[in-house]
């Protein structure tokens, strides 16, 4: 099947509301990998952990960027993911839909989660993730109201 022919069935899918369709999809596809990002939990450890640890910061490190990768690592903490999804959400609609998307993480030990040190994520988040892309497209272009 051909790129072009692929872009024709999700316009049709997305009912004419593109822009709202990508929105949709780069918000899904980033709420998915920052849920999937375990959070540290001390009683899983083999050791204690520092004084004064929290967990949350490697969730909280996943950034929204419009046109160009987002760099830099941040000091807060998200356990829940709350926080950071909003942020992802603020960016994307602001963001000109055309543009390319980018949801990334620059902390150290990132690709060490993604490539299963956590027993809470030991398939990783981004694999995970891509794996269900089609059925986000999907599920986005179908959601979207005529």
Partial sequence: MSFSLDMSK???KAKGNADKVVRKVVIDLATSVILKNPVGDPDLWKSSPSPGYAGGRSRANWQYGSGAMPGGIT?????EGSKTIAAVI???SSAPTSSIHWISNSLDYIVQLEDGSSTQA???MVKLTVLEFNSIVNGAAQSVPK
């Avoid at 000091?75 to 356990?79: H, N, Q, R, S, V």
């Fill in 122 to 124: 030991p398939e990783g």
């Fill in 75 to 79: 000091d807060g903490l998200d356990k």
């Fill in 90 to 92: 603020a960016g994307v």
């Fill in 10 to 12: 999700f316009i049709a």
